[in-house]
């Protein structure tokens, strides 16, 4: 028998000593505010507790640790404390997609005792031990900062804050996500739950001879166990191709080590795990393809029989590049290659799926909800109408919840069994099984003339989409619509390849292909600077994009903020002994020929409660608060009233929150609504109006696939705009990073500058460290701490400078802000690097020597 004391009350433990805390908590005492963000590995500070008033790690801490122990977790710690911490996170930003605050606070509670005004460099280094995805950390200092300073002084007021388009207006639900209330999937429990875990494919390559499963069925407690054969309807999945399986099935050859080839089902997940190691699998095996560039080759095996691995070709040419090329003064070629990363968000995949009448209810933290039904309602071959879909905020996304994962087995196993099931992924398994971002390879060259304008620019792009395609082939699009950067370039042939392997598929990823020829043509244009003496900042002024210019696809540009981001940044550039600089643009909308839409309905319950319905998935970037913020600014209906809620049975069908688009489409489908409302609102209340729905809706359907035989060809409806500059200290380390960016009209300052930070920390990542090697199919290291992403104490100083270019489709004006943030970083900092040591950096993540 273990003693201790938690949240000051005596408690006794009998179980295992080797139990962690973590699940003890979680699993008996269902304290959900401890949060599980990398399976036991001790990396990511999200379960962090206060042991005997210091912080510890409750996943590394076995039970047989904290005998005699005071345990004290975000609901034992002093009330003046956690509302001061928990309102300061709120109010300063700091809380995006919150699955890391509880963490954060706890780790910073006990600094608290006895309150000082710390130095942010402290603070800094005193968060460090816990990892955020979404914030570059900077509104979470800010937050401590302002935290302490509540408890110090008695007098200290809150800043007040508006809700109209442009105020800070704190993000929808902070408090409670902050506190650890507000339940992420993973949090629910329901009343007699099972628990499901995937048995995934040991080989990349290889043909499934047999699955037994006969030990696995003699364990008590185990339900179930699914394979391929007990899918009611189609097996196969895909966001553009239906070529993803949701099990493999025996006779077949896996594609990739993703690949499902069962679903044990069992009373408790430890159970379920231990079950799934039971079962045998006979095998096959043969050599996988790995290596893109081979997989094109005439002698690479076909990774899907009877299809190419060239999935797609995308290409675009205008004028005569190469007689351009060969007569120009200065240009410049070469090879550039960017690695693959991983999304790294600290909410593991997690569904929770309870049977419904005769269909299915789903919990679902996709980016959506609609797409989701859709096609769970083909594996259990039921009409759409029978599958209802929840989203649940999400802790973190950043692409890679687009494609399902866990979604299909859980609604399966509850279909099957008329019970409620939940399936959730360790760390591994969701590093072993959801997309990437791209690994891109790029054979560049640029053109220009005596004057320092460009004349012509030259692409041949090849990207490993893995096993499936997710979204590569639209990835890879935005390589080719993005490859002239922000800028103009008159005569281009540009060609990109999606090419099937056996690796771990790639998908979407922030910056959807950009970031990778971004850094690409930014290299470019600093050797050829170099080459005819340009002012490097200069020179991207001449040549950048305007208002009438064309980008690399031929499509008319207006509300371009891009020379202004370059103005905003120009004098701190040349002041800087070693600085690099980069351009970007970013589509908003998935356009190139596909519809961009969204349908809203604001239900008037009573006269202090309204509802926003729309199908956008919120994971950390506000699209909440860019519907309240609306909402209020057309109707004036007080935010404390207005709740959102994204679900299936409100019927208005909506595709991937991806591409940067929600605000823009969730935003204009408002004011829509709203107009009606607005009018009614002139001569009734709310309470006249209870029982009153009104609907909105807002429809691109005018946009033209790039190289299509289109005259005046439009690929997006918008594109945000940006300039960044990295600055490297004496020692060649980065010391600020400047991020000037065109929002159009900025529809909330603070979530603007949140948005930016955090993309900025992502691009800085993705340029020095970030990266997920694999050999043979298999990534080298599953460690959450081997990803590379950087801590806070890493962190330089990021200043974020907002221009307002009105966009001529986006609500007041307003552009997509979630990519754009980290397309320029990766470019900026190889430049600064060039500058400091004269090494031109050829592939990422950046090495100092040898690159």
């Keep these: 028998m273990i003693n201790f004391t938690l949240n000051g009350q005596k408690k006794q433990y009998t179980g295992p000593a080797e139990t962690s805390l973590l699940d003890y908590l979680r699993l008996e005492e269902k304290i959900t505010s401890v949060k599980d963000g990398c399976s036991g590995q001790g990396t990511c500070g999200a379960c962090t507790v206060e042991i005997n008033g210091k912080p510890r790690l409750a996943c590394t801490t076995p039970m047989r640790k904290v005998a005699d122990a005071e345990i004290t977790t975000m609901e034992g710690i002093p009330e003046k404390v956690r509302e001061a911490l928990v309102h300061s996170f709120s109010e300063k930003g700091a809380v995006q997609c919150g699955y890391c605050s509880p963490g954060m606070i706890m780790r910073v509670a006990h600094l608290f005792r006895e309150p000082r005004l710390m130095g942010r460099e402290e603070i800094f280094k005193a968060i460090s031990p816990n990892l955020c995805r979404c914030t570059g950390y900077i509104k979470i200092v800010d937050a401590i900062k302002v935290a302490f300073k509540r408890i110090s002084n008695p007098e200290f007021q809150s800043e007040k804050s508006g809700a109209m388009i442009g105020d800070p207006l704190p993000k929808y639900e902070s408090i409670e ?292 395609a997710s979204v590569g082939t639209k990835v890879m699009e935005r390589v080719v619509g993005h490859a002239t950067g922000a800028y103009t370039v008159p005569n281009v042939d540009i060609e990109a390849h999606t090419i099937y392997t056996n690796n771990i598929p790639s998908g979407a990823m922030r910056g959807f292909g950009v970031p990778q020829v971004v850094f690409a043509i930014e290299s470019c244009i600093d050797e050829i600077c170099k080459q005819g003496g340009f002012d490097r900042w200069q020179f991207r002024y001449d040549n950048a994009l305007e208002n009438g210019a064309k980008t690399a696809t031929g499509q008319e540009l207006q509300g371009v903020g891009l020379k202004q981001t370059l103005l905003a940044v120009k004098d701190q550039f040349h002041q800087a002994k070693f600085a690099g600089i980069a351009c970007g643009l970013k589509n908003t909308g998935v356009g190139n020929g596909m519809v961009d839409d969204s349908e809203v309905k604001i239900e008037i319950v009573s006269e202090n409660k309204v509802i926003i319905h729309h199908g956008w998935s919120e994971m950390g ?205 990766a470019a900026a900092v190889a430049n600064a690097m060039t500058q400091f040591d004269g090494i031109r950096r050829f592939k990422l993540p950046i090495k100092r020597k040898n690159n």
């Design 177 to 468: 996500t902050a506190l650890g209330i507000r339940p992420f999937v993973n949090d629910l429990h329901f009343d007699g739950m099972l628990y499901g875990v995937l048995k995934f494919s040991e080989h990349p390559c290889a043909t499934i001879l047999k699955i037994d499963i006969s030990e696995t069925e003699k364990l008590e407690g185990v339900s179930k166990i699914f394979t391929a054969k007990d899918i009611p309807g189609e097996r196969y999945s895909g966001l553009i191709f239906k070529d993803w399986p949701l099990m493999v099935a025996i006779g077949e050859r896996t594609n990739c080590i993703s690949d499902v080839l069962a679903v044990v089902v069992a009373e408790t997940e430890a159970l379920a795990r231990i079950a799934a190691t039971k079962i045998k699998i006979e095998y096959k095996t043969e050599t996988p393809v790995t290596d893109m560039m081979q997989a094109i080759g005439p002698e690479s095996p076909q990774v899907h029989d009877g299809q190419s691995n060239v999935l797609e070709t995308c290409r675009i040419r205008f004028g005569n590049p190469e007689k351009e090329i060969e007569s120009a003064p200065f240009k410049y070629n070469a090879i550039f290659e960017t690695q693959r990363i991983e999304h790294a968000f600290l909410e593991t995949e997690s569904s929770v799926a309870l049977p419904e009448n005769d269909g299915i209810k789903l919990y679902s933290q996709g980016q959506g909800v609609y797409v989701d039904r859709k096609q769970i309602a083909s594996f259990l071959n039921l009409p759409e109408e029978k599958v209802h879909v929840i989203q649940v905020s999400n802790g973190g996304g950043f692409g890679g919840k687009e494609d399902l994962t866990t979604q299909g087995h859980a609604a399966l196993c509850s279909y099957l069994l008329q019970k409620p099931v939940k399936v959730r992924l360790t760390r591994e398994e969701s590093i072993r099984m959801h997309p990437k971002r791209h690994p891109v390879r790029m054979e560049m060259e640029l053109a220009c003339n005596k004057k320092g304008k460009f004349t012509a620019l030259t692409l041949k792009a090849y990207g490993d989409t893995g096993a499936y």
């Design 621 to 825: 970037q506000g699209v909440h608060n860019m519907a309240i913020q609306t909402l209020h600014q057309e109707t004036g209906i007080d935010p404390e009233k207005i709740e959102v809620m994204v679900d299936t049975s409100a019927g208005i069908p909506t595709g991937m929150t991806t591409s940067s688009r929600a605000t823009a489409l969730v935003g204009n489908a408002i004011r829509d609504a709203s107009r009606s409302l607005a009018s009614d609102l002139k001569s009734k209340s709310l309470k006249q109006l209870a029982g009153q729905t009104y609907k909105g809706k807002f429809l691109c359907d005018w946009t033209s696939k790039p190289g299509s035989d289109t005259e005046k060809p439009v690929i997006h409806f918008s594109y945000g705009y940006a300039t960044q500059v990295v600055i490297l200290d004496d020692g060649g380390n980065i010391k600020k990073v400047i991020a000037a960016h065109d929002g159009g009209k900025i529809m909330n300052k603070m979530l603007f500058e949140g948005q930016i930070q955090g993309a900025v920390h992502m691009g800085l990542g993705y340029a020095l460290s970030e990266e997920l090697p694999m050999k043979d199919g298999v990534p080298v290291s599953f460690k959450y701490n081997d990803l590379g992403i950087l801590r806070a104490k890493e962190m330089p100083e990021v200043e974020v400078i907002g221009i307002e270019e009105k966009d001529p489709v986006g609500p007041y004006g307003a552009k997509g802000i979630g990519e754009i943030g980290m397309v320029p970083t």
